[in-house]
């Protein structure tokens, strides 16, 4: 069966430092991935989705990036946190084109 | 491109009531609809979906209904208990399509009373 991963669970940052959160799947080859961040009470916004590696779109434009260096990793990056960055980072697989299944998600708090 | 609208955005039923939950889509080239549960500080769950070909589906308390024609789908939970208390988000998508985005709604918190 096919699982994913993400860490780390929790994260506090300060301004102005670097960003890597990682993503995982298990199970599964050429997945689809996504990144999601969900503020604090609020819905799900796309931030980015791959559907291989190297291939990597943007749905918002930010001071994040987002990287596939293997089949079944993404990882997600900033140079500089901001304050707005804080949230509930999620990432989700598909298996082409049907529904997603989303990880455990990495809490971010920015200071 | 493709938007979901969900309604209520909060909906308080006492236990046993049953409760539902309405989206609407815009894009009638839409033919896959997955609805979501998220506990709090935890991750969406699917717990149901249905396909375009498909009018209504049943899992045991839950339900999803969908019209083509209107562009609008519904959850039905009958017999709701505290358990059932969550953030349900419904989505569209384009099954085929190159990326398979799914186009999600604002969610709606649902309460329910023992």
């Known amino acids: 069966s096919q699982t994913i991963h993400q860490w780390p669970a929790t994260l506090v940052q300060p301004v102005g430092s670097p960003l890597s959160l990682e993503c995982t799947v298990e199970g599964t080859s050429n997945p689809n991935l996504y990144w999601y961040r969900q503020a604090a009470g609020r819905g799900l916004q796309l931030l980015f989705y791959?559907?291989?590696?190297?291939?990597i779109s943007s749905e918002v434009p930010q001071n994040l990036s987002a990287s596939r260096p293997q089949d079944r990793q993404f990882i997600l990056s900033s140079k500089k946190l901001l304050l707005s960055d804080s949230g509930f980072y999620l990432c989700?697989?598909?298996?082409?084109?049907?529904?997603?299944?989303f990880g455990p998600g990495t809490r971010l708090l920015v200071l | 491109g493709e938007n979901v609208e969900q309604h209520p955005s909060t909906l308080s039923v006492q236990e046993g009531d049953s409760a539902v939950i309405k989206c609407t889509y815009s894009d009638s080239a839409s033919n896959y609809f997955p609805w979501y549960k998220q506990e709090l500080g935890k991750r969406p769950q699917l717990i149901i979906d249905i396909r375009s070909n498909v009018g209504e589906k049943k899992d045991q308390r839950i339900a999803v209904t969908l019209n083509k024609t209107a562009k609008h789908f519904s959850l039905h939970i009958t017999e709701t208990q505290p358990e059932d208390s969550a953030v349900y988000f419904c989505a569209a998508s384009l099954r085929g399509g190159s990326q398979g985005n799914l186009i999600f709604g604002k969610g709606t918190k649902l309460s329910v009373k023992p």
């Open positions: 791959s559907v291989g590696i190297g291939q």
């Open positions: 989700a697989w598909s298996p082409l084109t049907e529904t997603q299944y």
